[in-house]
DNA sequence: ACAGAATGTCTAGCATTGCTACAATGGCGA
DNA sequence: TCGCCATTGTAGCAATGCTAGACATTCTGT
């Protein structure tokens, strides 16, 4: 009894898995409009009462894609900031990589910033992924500062307006260049 | 033959209001969610055809209550820059008043920023109430500085995305004051 | 004043959504 | 081999945005 239910185990894991990378690949192909259960669940090859028995609805496997996403934003972050030339150019590099990543991946970027899901941020039980990409903005400024958590709030919530708001074409989105550059000189020069 | 076409015409401005306002106090009371077809038209007593009549769509009918809402909203910022002791508090003032209003009218915000509208931003055909909210925050800036739109656009996404990021739990809501005091220090200084 | 045209409104319905109760199937253990 | 239990699929519910067609009401021309 032991062998089979490990089997079982084993396969029941890869589907959850396969409805996580089919939903991903759809969102990011046709947009979350086009993720139904439906079409999801005809993706899979199977039915839709499957993927309620693997996630508590549709928000659930929106932020099992997220989940998955955070891990790569956080390695796509840490990245440019290892390539940076110099403390300095930390912000710059990571802004530009989070920006980068907003409009090379914007059904993931919704999935984790805009739609609705069972996430908890900020909190003790929130994900390590999640908890990564955060810190690696609070990274992005010198131990010294003492209110460093501030600093990334403000600049990821800049960075997120920016691309938020470019994306919906509310502000125009062909200066997002400028944009970074003037919250980097604003934010990377003295601590404080 | 006028007369009473003018009476028409009075008559079904009228309803067009009313569908806007019965729009807007239902999303106000209950959420966006909460605003169907169906409800609206019971609350304004037509059937829901009428709608149609007077809107291309459940998305218009958002798009007007946020047109209102952006003449409101220009109001509500002109008053707190028009308060500010000097001009070096009026970023403050006018960030102050914006993540105010974002939390006090939530259901407003999200039909301004969030949801998917027909509105035009940052064109030539931009209506005027929502021309006149962005003037706000570039009149926090001196006129010598000649990147004002760009200090005003950077300003207004850092507060978008504190209001979003908070109202969505994603980062904690109790430290908006501090957020925007270091925002406002940032930006506020010299000009450049 | 009255028939016909145009305008406006409602009833009823379509296709789609997320989600679920229930039945049948099929593989497991005894 | 037989019975049981977990797993899966069929079919359906209530709600959504939106629309076609019938109905009534008002206006126009004789």
Redesign the pocket.
């Known amino acids: ?1 032991s062998a ?1 239910s490990e089997r ?1 185990e084993r396969e029941r894991a890869h589907r959850h898995q396969l409805i996580i990378t089919a939903a991903r690949e759809l969102a990011e192909t046709e947009g979350w409009e086009a ?5 999801l669940a005809e993706r899979v090859e ?5 993927l ?2 693997h996630f508590d ?3 659930a496997i929106v932020s099992a894609v997220a989940l998955d996403a955070f891990t790569e934003l956080a390695a796509h972050l840490h990245r440019a900031r290892q390539a940076a030339p110099g403390p300095g150019q930390a912000l710059r590099a990571v802004g530009g990589a989070y920006l980068d990543f907003a409009v090379q991946r914007p059904a993931l970027y919704q999935a984790m910033f805009i739609l609705p899901t069972d996430l908890k941020f900020a909190s003790a039980e929130t994900p390590a992924p999640m908890r990564a990409c955060f810190d690696e903005f609070v990274a992005c400024f010198p131990p010294e500062n003492e209110r460093r958590e501030l600093f990334a709030e403000v600049t990821w919530s800049a960075l997120h307006g920016m691309a938020v708001l470019s994306e919906s074409g509310r502000i125009p989105s062909g200066w997002q260049e400028e944009r970074l550059d003037l919250l980097v000189t604003r934010f990377a020069g003295t601590a404080g």
């Open positions: 009894m089979i079982r993720v139904t259960t439906r079409r199977y039915s839709q009462p499957v309620y028995s609805g549709k928000d």
